[in-house]
């Protein structure tokens, strides 16, 4: 084989084919080498650079989170003599590994900078790691306008769910917060926002009147998420309660352990778009939902977006680079996601879909 092709059959590999290669030899393997190359196959998915590309530059893969000298050796085997197919199971498909939304976002370059919100993430208000000062002054950080916290409601016990009493009480200490942020002089304004649980039916769980008020309402399906029966009615359903503007983590599927649900994408973008809410890209690494063949079908029906981390502490705020990659690879329009708005236009299009039902 001469240099050219030996290196364009190198830069054919990806970190994500890396990784499911990876899993595919750690099922043959024991032992400690067994969870060396699952954990190799794991981290791959953040590496920050192409593996190939590191090989390539001559420098050592080890330098990579979770590569040691034999796993090392292991990729530089499969860069060299790769397979010509790396097909992962469904319940590995369709996630993207950081170093290629990287290089999404180098090729528009402007986008991350011109994001204005991260429209998704939890405190200890519900079951995040750090407490909402915490949150916001990270978010600040990546010099967002404006962020929306997004605790979960009473129908989720397990993640800590809030009431309509505890949901008053973070209402005002997020207005505390916002006057806190004024008088200091940082740009960044709090949007009240909650992720509230759905039923099967699409049912929320809080009053109404506590909705109401607030400056954005998720809605997310938590249960009987691994039924294998069509649920385009659930979706519909979700879509008519006329207290929710974004359906989030629709399909509820989490990286090789569940699919997520299924239903006819196309009849249900249609509808999200008839009815002017969003369907939210879910940015956390192992859920990534919608993922870009979704979005291309909400993209088509002409659907809003809205992209959150769901990040449950500090550091998992920078997953949104992985959101904004997988919008921008589904070309889907700034106009028509939430996280290019200014909070005044937010609030607008807020009280649009209200008004609508
Ligand atoms: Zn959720």
């Not at 097909?87 to 939304?101: D, N, S």
């Not at 991260?118 to 962020?147: F, I, P, W």
């Not at 759905?198 to 929320?204: N, T």
């Not at 992209?307 to 997953?319: F, M, N, P, Q, R």
Request: aromatic share 4%; hydrophobic share 45%; no cysteine.
């Amino acid at each position: 084989m001469d240099a050219i092709t030996a290196s364009a059959r190198v830069a054919a590999l990806s970190n994500a084919q890396i990784a499911e290669l990876l899993t595919g030899a750690a099922e043959s393997a024991d032992g400690h080498r067994k969870r060396a190359l699952q954990r190799a196959a794991r981290a791959a998915f953040q590496w920050p650079e192409e593996a190939a590309a590191v090989v390539a530059e001559g420098r050592s893969l080890t330098q990579l989170p979770q590569v040691g000298p034999w796993i090392a050796t292991a990729i530089e085997s499969l860069l060299a003599d790769p397979p010509e197919h790396v097909e992962p199971p469904e319940i590995r498909r369709g996630f993207l590994a950081l170093a290629e939304a990287r290089a999404t976002l180098a090729a528009n370059p402007d986008a991350l900078a011109s994001l204005r919100s991260d429209l998704q993430m939890h405190t200890t208000y519900s079951d995040g790691r750090a407490t909402l000062r915490e949150m916001v002054r990270a978010a600040a950080t990546r010099g967002y306008a404006h962020v929306a916290i997004t605790d979960h409601s009473k129908g989720l016990p397990i993640a800590n769910g809030m009431d309509e009493a505890r949901l008053a009480e973070q209402a005002r200490d997020i207005a505390a917060v916002n006057e806190e942020l004024a008088s200091s002089g940082q740009r960044i304004r709090v949007l009240h926002a909650i992720e509230m649980n759905l039923s099967p039916s699409g049912d929320g769980d809080m009053d109404p009147a506590a909705l109401a008020s607030l400056d954005l309402v998720l809605g997310a399906f938590h249960s009987k998420l691994r039924v294998t029966e069509d649920q385009t009615e659930r979706y519909l359903a979700a879509l008519r309660n006329p207290d929710v503007q974004v359906l989030a983590h629709p399909r509820g599927r989490r990286y090789n352990v569940r699919l997520g649900l299924r239903a006819d994408w196309p009849r249900v973008m249609r509808a999200a778009a008839e009815s002017g809410k969003a369907l939210e890209i879910d940015a956390h690494p192992d859920r990534q939902d919608l993922d870009v063949e979704l979005l291309r079908v909400a993209n088509q029906a002409g659907a809003f977006v809205s992209i959150g981390t769901d990040a449950h502490s500090v550091g998992e705020l920078g997953s949104i680079e992985l959101g904004l990659a997988a919008a921008l690879r589904a070309e889907v329009p700034r106009a028509r996601i939430l996280n290019f708005m200014a909070a005044e236009e937010l609030a607008a299009w807020v009280s649009d879909v209200r008004a609508n039902g």
